[in-house]
């Protein structure tokens, strides 16, 4: 298989250092590295068992990969996204910049990969809350006409970045040593926020994002928009309530579909049992963020019948680092694999035909675990547990600490 010269623009933060973990999980041919930050200092990641450094970005060094993953900020994004894919670079964007643009795709490989197109090298990565609904969604639609949508979202705080994550757990460490007081019913005093809009720490607050006129965050917003994007229904009626949660990783979903005809919670488990990204718990059973966290598919449980017989409820998790993010966007980059459209453009061992300065170039080498792994190879879209120990171990320097 051709091995690829790989960007990753923002491989330090914390979607970045998980999209690195994934491409070694899930054996992407990497050929040579170029990672960098997500601003213009030097800084610090891993791959492959090794430490490396990340430099700025510069449109020259981007220039020379043939695919780039931009895991940074909408600012970074518009600076370079349509620049790359102008360039013949194929971009593939975490940030929300160009979502909602008619001429770019907003693709999750199992519900709309057909919306990729060879001559549309820029592709948007979906919002992390709106993936679990679109995913569980998406199968449901085969059996029956939607006619409106209502989601209860509950946030975890690492979808809010890594200074937020670092603000949970100082919040924690200050409160819990005094925590209930003598009566244990005591509320404590939460320290004043800095990232977040409220404290966090033994607390929930209805805000995800800034408020419109309307009273809408941004985040509910986004997975209106967005989901009715992905799911090609431009009309769907869709409502949202977004909540920050004091949870570490995995975004949790509690969904009303609510369709034309009657739609029984036996034919939607049916459905759903066989749904690509879909894990479905038993009756009787259901998924929590820490269930999710550190695996790929979307978790489904409480699958029952909602207010009418047209209605269905479900409650989704999945983890917004990697179904949420980072897996989203290497499966993309394994289904323009698939089809043939992404190849090494100028040999990538040494055959650029440009000049550049790279900041680091690194190619992988074969550890002792990745020769005993066990997961689907680089074009398989199969589920279960990431579990590649420094996903794990990492999580507090993920969160800066």
Not at 365 to 392: H, N
Request: glycine share 10%; aromatic share 6%; charged share 25%.
């Amino acid at each position: 298989m051709t091995r690829l010269r790989i960007g990753v623009v923002g491989a330090t933060g914390l979607v970045g250092r998980v999209l690195l973990d994934t491409l070694e999980e899930r054996r992407f041919p990497v050929g040579e590295l170029l990672p960098f930050g997500s601003g213009r200092s030097a800084a610090e990641g891993r791959f492959a068992g090794r430490r490396i450094p990340c430099r700025g970005a510069s449109m020259a060094a981007l220039s020379s990969c043939d695919l780039v993953f931009l895991v940074s900020s909408d600012e970074v994004a518009k600076e370079y996204g349509l620049g790359l894919a102008r360039s013949g670079v194929w971009v593939i964007d975490d940030s929300s910049a160009f979502r909602l643009d008619k001429r770019v795709p907003l693709v999750i490989p199992e519900v709309n990969s057909r919306d990729l197109s060879a001559k549309k090298r820029l592709i948007a990565d979906p919002n992390c809350t709106m993936t679990g609904a679109a995913l569980a969604g998406a199968v449901l639609l085969k059996s029956g006409r939607l006619r409106a949508v209502r989601i209860a979202s509950y946030q975890a705080v690492s979808g809010a970045g890594k200074a937020a994550l670092s603000e949970f757990f100082g919040q924690l460490r200050a409160l819990v040593p005094g925590a209930g007081g003598e009566t244990l019913i005591e509320t404590p005093r939460l320290p004043k926020p800095a990232a977040l809009p409220r404290a966090i720490a033994f607390n929930v607050f209805p805000q995800v994002g800034s408020f419109d006129a309307a009273g809408n965050t941004g985040e509910e917003w986004k997975v209106r928009e967005e989901l009715k994007k992905v799911w090609g229904l431009p009309r769907l009626a869709v409502s949202v309530t977004a909540v920050r949660v004091p949870v570490i990783r995995g975004h949790s979903l509690a969904l009303w579909l609510e369709f034309e005809r009657r739609m029984s919670p036996a034919r939607a488990r049916s459905l759903l049992r066989h749904a690509p990204g879909v894990r479905l718990w038993k009756e009787g059973d259901y998924p929590t963020p820490a269930d999710a966290a550190g695996t790929w598919p979307a978790h489904v449980g409480r699958v029952r019948a909602g207010s009418s017989k047209k209605e269905i409820a479900l409650w989704v998790v999945s983890d917004n680092l990697l179904k949420g993010a980072a897996l989203n966007s290497v499966q993309i980059a394994e289904t323009l694999l698939k089809k043939g459209w992404l190849k090494a453009r100028y040999g990538c061992f040494g055959g650029a035909s440009r000049v550049f300065t790279p900041p680091a170039i690194i190619r992988p080498r074969p550890t002792q675990e990745s020769v005993k792994a066990s997961r689907p190879g680089p074009m398989g879209f199969g589920l279960g547990s990431l579990s590649s120990p420094t996903l794990a171990a990492r999580m507090i320097e993920m969160s800066g600490k």
